[in-house]
């Protein structure tokens, strides 16, 4: 059975096979190297921010496809599944981070999971086209890079620092392109530990009611804070969860539709294909075609 291929530490080496908690890569060079393995779909155990320079392409994220081009800044999330299909005229930056690069130096552990490009919502937006901020954001992965590669005397926190003050002006300028006050979406706290319980059992709970039982609140009120945070009922976000993992497994693995209703806990094939098409509009192997 085909699964989806899971890098990790492997591609967090440095220059001399040494692993690091964050690295930075130029991206010509690890298409001179990997890119028959990067062009197939995979996913992470750490962040990864991709930042195109020149030339163009395609990414794949899950099942939505971007034409690249200069400018363009991708936000990769732990367990996002994505490929692209690049040429050697293609140029920019990657840099992969794991949480515990930031774990001593943040006080909120979650702030990176609450930049609004690195949450784990359902419609959330990988790609950031940042034109008037090319420069400045050019600069930053300049510095990264000559810092990451000092023969000696790298120092990780001015890393975090750079690091931060690109999330900071990418938060910016995602909240100006949507003409909304990020501080008036934060999530609340039972919120956050929701998304988290989803994210960690969506493969065998299905019902608010079971996810209430864990954060100790009644169904009803999960699901009005939920209304009230993300504008969708606690079962809109469950239902959510499973379809993009379905819509994944479709499009990146062999699997037939009944391994698939097997994998995420479904009693038969059957009600599954009814339960996709209701959702999506398309039967399960018509969705795998198109």
Not at 34 to 55: C, D, E, M, P, W
Not at 202 to 217: C, D, G, I, N, S
Request: proline letters at 2%; charged letters at 25%; one cysteine or more.
């Amino acid at each position: 059975m085909k699964k989806i291929p899971r890098f990790n530490s492997c591609d967090l080496l440095d220059q001399e096979n040494i692993a690091q908690d964050c690295v930075i890569f130029d991206l010509q060079h690890v298409l001179s190297l990997r890119n028959n393995v990067v062009s197939v779909a995979h996913k992470h155990l750490f962040y990864q921010i991709l930042f195109i320079t020149g030339g163009e392409g395609e990414h794949f994220i899950d099942y939505k496809n971007y034409n690249v081009k200069k400018g363009d800044l991708f936000f990769i999330n732990p367990g996002q599944v994505h490929r692209w299909d690049f040429n050697e005229h293609t140029q920019g930056f990657i840099i992969n981070f794991t949480k515990d690069f930031f774990a001593s130096f943040l006080s909120d552990s979650q702030f990176i999971d609450n930049l609004p490009f690195f949450r784990l919502d359902i419609d959330n937006e990988s790609l950031l086209s940042i034109d008037s901020y090319y420069s400045t954001i050019l600069n930053i992965f300049d510095k990264i890079n000559y810092e990451v590669h000092l023969q000696k005397g790298t120092d990780q926190n001015l890393i975090r620092v750079y690091l931060l003050e690109l999330f900071l002006l990418c938060k910016k300028h995602y909240e100006h392109d949507d003409n909304f006050t990020y501080s008036q979406l934060q999530p609340s706290n039972l919120v956050k530990q929701f998304e988290y319980l989803v994210e960690k059992h969506f493969y065998e709970l299905r019902f608010p009611k079971e996810y209430a039982e864990l954060l100790y609140v009644t169904p009803n009120y999960l699901n009005a804070v939920c209304q009230k945070v993300r504008g969708q009922s606690a079962g809109e976000l469950i239902r959510g969860r499973i379809l993009l993992e379905s819509k994944r497994l479709l499009v990146n693995t062999n699997m037939s539709a009944s391994e698939i209703a097997y994998k995420l806990s479904f009693k038969d094939n059957s009600y599954f294909s009814r339960f996709f098409k209701k959702y999506v509009g398309v039967a399960p192997d018509e969705y795998r075609k198109s």
